[in-house]
């Protein structure tokens, strides 16, 4: 398995990016997909999950409501829409993949396997 994210980039507060990830040409296989992000000086932060077959769809409170996480079959890619973006919101967003995770696990990053490289995401004020 090789993560790759992208779809990062500098958007004025307010505004939308979405972001893609890819298991190089492969198609994924795993039980959940997640995405995480990290701003400088924090941990490492749950932002949504989604069970790969089934859809269900798992978001932090911070982001409901404005990122939408789902499967986008055409790229055989893992996808997150992320709409009313806020300065708050800046950080390296990352993908990972969940094989073997159970619901009760997905929103810790230990909970997952495999992760892309990290793709920026900067909201400017």
């Known amino acids: 398995v090789q993560l790759q994210a992208s779809g990062g980039g500098l958007v004025q507060a307010g505004g939308s990016l979405r972001l893609f990830c890819a298991d190089s040409g492969r198609t994924i296989n795993t039980r959940y997909m997640g995405w995480f992000r990290q701003a400088p000086g924090r941990e490492r932060e749950f932002v949504a999950a989604?069970?790969?077959?089934?859809?269900?769809?798992y978001y932090a409170d911070s982001v409901k409501g404005r990122f939408t996480i789902s499967r986008d079959n055409a790229k055989n890619a893992l996808s997150l829409q992320m709409n009313s973006l806020k300065p708050e919101d800046t950080a390296v967003y990352y993908c990972?993949?969940?094989?073997?995770?159970?619901?009760?696990?997905?929103?810790?990053?230990?909970?997952?396997?495999?992760w892309g490289q990290g793709t920026q995401v900067t909201v400017s004020s």
């Open positions: 989604i069970k790969w077959r089934g859809g269900n769809e």
């Open positions: 990972a993949s969940a094989p073997n995770a159970i619901l009760s696990s997905i929103r810790s990053s230990a909970a997952y396997d495999y």
